[in-house]
Each structure stands twice: as C-alpha cells, then as structure tokens.
C-alpha cells in the first residue's frame, strides 16, 4: 500500500537525492504512484499565480514541484529529458487545451504532468498521465501504434499460457480468496491480495459463450468496455469502472484484449518491457514492471449485432511474444500536437 503523502515527501527529503538522481533499488519504495503525484502536486500548486514571463514562470512552477515532493531546489533547472528524471516524469503548464510536446516522442513509461491554468494566471488544477494515456487522446493519428501482435496457435480451446506469474510478483499473490464486493477494478493493487494468473483464467473461463450487443463498425472501444464490464462482473466488483489506463483492471494488473480479427494492438508499451508501471507503486519492495502484467486475450466472433466470446488466451507480459507473433510498427517524430479533452479542464475528477 502506498505510503501518506506527508510519509512521502519526508522520506525524499531525508534521502538526500535530488530531482536529477535515479532512485535506488533499495529505495524503491521513494518511487511516487501516478495518484499520489497527482494529489500531491494539486494540493501544493492550486491556487498558485503564474502571471510572470514564460521561462520564469516556468522555474517558478518547478521550484514549487520540488518542495511540494521534498526535494532541493536547484540554483539552476538542467536540460534534461524528462525535466524530473528522479520521478520520471515532465511538466506542461497548459492555458489552452492544445498539448505540444517538442523534438522527441511520446514515451510509454514517463509521466506527463499537465498543470492547467486559469484567464486570471492562476492554476486550476493538474492530471498526471503516462504516455500511453497520452496516446489514446491523440485523434489526429499522429501516433501510431508502436507494436502489434497475432496468436501464433490460431485454433483450439481456451489455454494458460503461462502457468505462473513472474518471480517478481509472485511473492504478491494471494494464497486466499478475495472478497471484491469493497473494491472497484480501478483501486490500486495491494500486495498479497492479488490473484494468481492461474486462478484469473480459471474465473475468466466462463466469460467464453458470453454474448453482448455489438457497437457497430467503428466502435472498438464500446465493444471492448462491454467485455470488461463483463470481466469485472465475473471477479465479482459490485460495481464497473475504467479510468482509460494501462492496465484495464489495474486492482490485479490485468490487461484485456477483445480480438475479432487476428491483430492485437498494444499501443507504445511493449508487453515485455522492464520498465515500471508508473500508476502501481512499489508493492513490499517490489517495482511492478510492465512485464508482470497478465494477460486476458479474448477471441470473439460478431454477426453484426451481437458479439460471442469463443476463446481466452491468458499470458504474462514476459511470456507474451512466444503465445504471440510480433509485428513491428514506427512511431513518428516530430513535434506532437494534441487537443485535450474538456473533462481535463474540470478542477475535481
């Protein structure tokens, strides 16, 4: 479980890093979760005005981020990239909803902090978001999809690909039943209450035969929050919801993928990637990797109305590529231009 925000920030403080230093194995736990970063920099920034010339605006802003998180300011802000290397992560104070992101790509493991400000120069609020969030809201089709993939057993039953979960969560994994009825697919993932792979496809077995009405050509999106709403019924949430993040279910790093052709698009994050998951934090010293994910790959069938589910390939983010074919794609690099939704702007999510 994450710690408080005060327990936080004082840990940074005492450690003696600065923004620029990468944390240590052995203090993994100073790593901030994608939620606690946001709750932490809204509290300390809003309501702070920025009525000043754009670069000074700009160290003022960071100053104010580095004591909000308990690090030293420093006499002068490097050139580095990201601009918070420590965290992982990049500012943009945006008084307009137009996010530009210059000379270099949208990465999948960073952060993005996007500081919204008002008319009268004050900040409203922040959102931080990974850059495969950032990707989703890029409508123009800028960016690509970076990797995609195809089963390589295209016939047969339902199958675990992997048997186990990686070693690094497999000392996390309940060796109990869990009780979801407090809980929402959205809360973050609390160690030792986390299924196995093997118990995940046995409850999601039975979402094969399912059927739901089908969106209509275009509508991917639709078709699959119907099939994670009826994985989240199957786990047993009372209740449905999806914050649009990598993983689709982040309360047992779960990943679903509706298939009705071949492909499978994976977005900027390669399944296999070592990096961490910035919106999961460090669970009993463990740093969640991307390739601890597991994987619920549901093939279904459409007539046009109405969707049935015929297989489940369940895989971790390790093992991916030997269930799966890898094809390659290119990301475009240039400088990225991408309109922000309105519900961004809202001052409370």
């Avoid at 969560?169 to 959205?186: A, V």
């Avoid at 019924?233 to 689709?248: E, I, K, M, V, W």
């Avoid at 589910?309 to 991916?320: A, E, K, P, S, Y």
Wanted: aromatic fraction near 6%; charge should be positive; include cysteine.
């Amino acid at each position: 479980m994450a710690k408080s925000d005060e327990s936080c920030t004082k840990d940074i403080r005492n450690s003696g890093l600065t923004i620029y230093d990468p944390i240590p194995k052995k203090l993994a736990s100073l790593k901030i979760p994608d939620k606690q970063l946001e709750r932490i920099l809204r509290s300390a920034l809003r309501g702070m005005s920025v009525k000043l010339p754009p670069r000074s605006r700009s160290k003022a802003v960071k100053a104010k981020i580095c004591e909000a998180l308990g690090y030293p300011v420093p006499k002068c802000f490097e050139k580095t990239q990201p601009r918070f290397p420590g965290q992982n992560f990049d500012t943009y104070v945006q008084k307009s909803n137009n996010l530009q992101i210059w000379n270099e790509e949208v990465s999948p493991a960073r952060r993005y902090v996007l500081i919204f400000v008002s008319k009268e120069d004050l900040i409203t609020h922040v959102r931080v978001l990974n850059g495969e969030s950032i990707a989703l809201l890029d409508k123009t089709g800028t960016l690509t999809q970076k990797y995609q993939a195809s089963l390589i057993d295209q016939s047969g039953a339902s199958k675990l690909f992997s048997g186990c979960d990686t070693d690094n969560l497999s000392p996390l994994i309940s060796r109990e039943q869990i009780d979801f009825s407090q809980r929402r697919p959205t809360d973050e993932p609390i160690a030792n209450e986390i299924l196995s792979i093997a118990e995940l496809f046995r409850l999601l077995s039975n979402v094969v035969g399912m059927t739901f009405e089908d969106a209509g050509i275009g509508q991917e999106r639709l078709r699959g929050g119907a099939l994670h709403q009826c994985v989240c019924a199957r786990l047993g949430y009372p209740t449905f919801s999806d914050n649009g993040q990598l993983p689709d279910i982040l309360d047992q790093l779960l990943e679903i993928k509706l298939q009705l052709a071949r492909t499978v698009d994976l977005g900027l994050v390669s399944p296999d990637n070592c990096s961490p998951v910035t919106n999961v934090p460090v669970l009993n010293g463990h740093v969640i990797t991307h390739s601890d994910l597991r994987y619920a790959v549901f093939d279904a069938t459409t007539d046009g109305k109405t969707v049935t589910v015929i297989r489940l390939t369940m895989v971790t983010g390790l093992d991916f590529f030997k269930a799966f074919r890898r094809f390659e794609g290119n990301i475009l690099n240039r400088k990225l231009q991408i309109p922000l939704p309105k519900k961004l702007f809202l001052p409370e999510l």
